[in-house]
C-alpha cells in the first residue's frame, strides 16, 4: 500500500535539482550516497520518516525521523508527504516541505527510496532524476547482506525476495549504476549529477538571471 498527494506547478520550477536513488537492500545506495556528498557540498539530503526502529549508529533527525504509527498517521492524514510507502513491513515517508526548501534555496536535493517512492515523486516532479542502484549478482548481493550482520536470517530471506521485485522495475528509471566496483559506481553518480546540472531546462532554473540577461527564451 502506498499514498501520495500533488505538488503544486511551481515545486517543478525550482531553481534546484531532485535526484532519487533506490536500490534493493544491500545494494550500497546509502554508501555511494554518503560519498558523493561528501565530494559536493551542494547535494544535500532530505531526511525521510520512517516508523521502523533506529539501526546501528542511526540518529533521529540524520538518517530519518523515527516516528511513532499514530504520528505517522497524523503526517497522512495532514498531506505532510510527497510519498509514502509500506517497506519491509514498515513506513517511510518523504516530507513535501523539506524538499522545497532546499530546492527553493538553490539546494540540489537527494533522496534515497524505495522503487514505489521514487516513481511517485517522479509523477509529482517532473525534472526529477531517478537513478536504480544494481548489485553485480544476487550471490553478491546476499553475501553483502550477511556482511552487514544487521538482519536475522529470516530477514535476509526476506530482503532477498523483495530484491527481486525491486530489481525488475529498473527499466522505469533514468539511470542504472551497477555497484561492482565501488569507486567506478561513485564516478558514474557523480557523472549523472554533473550531466543534469548542464541539462538546458536545469541551467534555465538555477541560471535564470543569465538566461535573461542573454534574452534566451
Known amino acids: 500500500m502506498t499514498g501520495t498527494s500533488p505538488l503544486p506547478s511551481a515545486a517543478m520550477e525550482y531553481p534546484g535539482n531532485l535526484f532519487v536513488v533506490a536500490a534493493p537492500s544491500g545494494a550500497g545506495k546509502s554508501s555511494l550516497v554518503r560519498a558523493l556528498q561528501e565530494l559536493d557540498s551542494h547535494v544535500q539530503p532530505s531526511v525521510s520518516h520512517t516508523t521502523r526502529a533506529p539501526r546501528g549508529q542511526e540518529k533521529h533527525g540524520r538518517e530519518y525521523f523515527f516516528v511513532s504509527e499514530p504520528e505517522f498517521d497524523a503526517m497522512v492524514l495532514g498531506d505532510a508527504f510527497v510519498e509514502w510507502a509500506h517497506v519491509h513491513q514498515h513506513r517511510y ?52 547482506l550477511e556482511r552487514r550482520g544487521e538482519d536475522s536470517a529470516q530477514t535476509i530471506e526476506l530482503r532477498m525476495k523483495n ?33 543534469q546540472r548542464l541539462k538546458f531546462a536545469a541551467q534555465a532554473r538555477s541560471r535564470a538571471d543569465t538566461f535573461q540577461a542573454l534574452n534566451i527564451p
Open 163 to 195: 530484491a527481486a521485485v525491486e530489481v525488475a522495475q529498473a527499466g522505469k528509471f533514468d539511470f542504472v549504476i551497477i555497484n561492482e566496483l565501488f569507486d567506478r559506481a561513485l564516478f558514474d553518480l557523480k557523472a549523472i549529477v554533473h550531466a
Open 93 to 144: 515517508g518523504t516530507s513535501k516541505k523539506a524538499i522545497a526548501e532546499r530546492m527553493e534555496q538553490g539546494a540540489d536535493v537527494i533522496l534515497e527510496i524505495d522503487f514505489q517512492g521514487a516513481i511517485q515523486i517522479k509523477q509529482a516532479f517532473a525534472n526529477a532524476v531517478c537513478i536504480f542502484i544494481l548489485p553485480p549478482s544476487w550471490e553478491e548481493l546476499r553475501a553483502r
